[in-house]
């Protein structure tokens, strides 16, 4: 949900016009003056100016733990997409925090609110309380642990946070579906049935054990009963449209070309991408796994083109390809740009704030029980 304020004193419209200099100059500004009482937070696939611009740039667990274990910031600006926002706005303004600053609430702002994520919008939560009462019918619920992503909706974690389940990042799935098999044998994984398949076939956990749930099947989410009794981790048919351009023709043209070359990839790339790399890990472990290598280290690396882009600028002792021949990068992430951002910084800095995301307290309040956990294991 987003709250209602004044209308802004700033119009979106006249800062679309301005160079990227002047942007970044006025965004500047806005930082000095409101100085640790504002934070920046950036996740990895945004453009490169908008990085230069915050206090903060990392992956969804980073980033959750740093709006987690804020202070003295009063406002965030969240460069990413809607979930990210919920998601720090659950964690900044979880009741020991309010009681901390005496009942006020840090804002949290979306610079575009068309800033979405195609993944978590393949998993309403109406398709979720669907299949689990179709499950019910069939199998005993009560052992079966909820998983969902970080990348899903707060209604999402709250319908988790509700059914004793947890909410995990592309860090900690391991550790998640762990902790779930010590307190069920079954588990729903949503919204991104690659993350899922590829962290549990890790597990010693086959594909005959991972029936696909289809939301738009007519029944059992396409599945007979005897596939469902036979599950240990049922899979949501949700995907990211950006990991799913990485191909297994990709890896063996990039290895042909470059001998020695190690593959790296996220773990939202498809299994038969993910079997052949190398390394694979969330985009902080991409990072240090760049970061760790020595000079000369070949490197074709499966995730989004703008983090991809930065590490070649950032280690050009090192020869970094992007494992695609297709441009594959996140749209919904792209939308937030210096414009968007100086805009409605300076609306917050003028009292007219714009785009604040405030997720209903029911909702909050259950998404907080499944994100605790989730920052519990590593
Ligand atoms: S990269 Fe994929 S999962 Fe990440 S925000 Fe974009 S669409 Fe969503």
Redesign the pocket.
Known sequence: MTTATAPPQFDLQQYKSLENDALAARIQAVRDSLGPELLVLGHH?QQDEVIDQVDLSGDSYQLSRTAADSTECRHIAFCG?HFMAETADILANRPEKLAERGGERVRVVLPDLAAG????DMAAIEQIEDAWDQLAEVLDADDITPVTYI?SAASLKAFVGRHGGIVCTSSNAKAALDWAFARTSRVMFFPDQHLGRNTALGMGITQQQMPLWDPYADDLGGNDEGALARSKVILWKGH????MMFKPEHVAMLREKHPGIKILVHP?CPREVFELADESGSTGKIIKTVEAAPPGSKWAIGT?LHLVNRLQQEHPEQEIYFLSPVVCM?A??YRIDLAHLCWSLENLAAGTPVNTIEVDPDIARWSLVALERMLEVK
């Not at 994520?117 to 978590?120: D, L, T």
């Not at 990211?240 to 990991?243: F, I, L, M, Y």
Request: aromatic share 6%; with cysteine; net charge negative.
């Open positions: 696939y997409v994520c195609s993944m978590a990348n990211c449209s950006v990991h939202e989004e996140c919904t992430m």
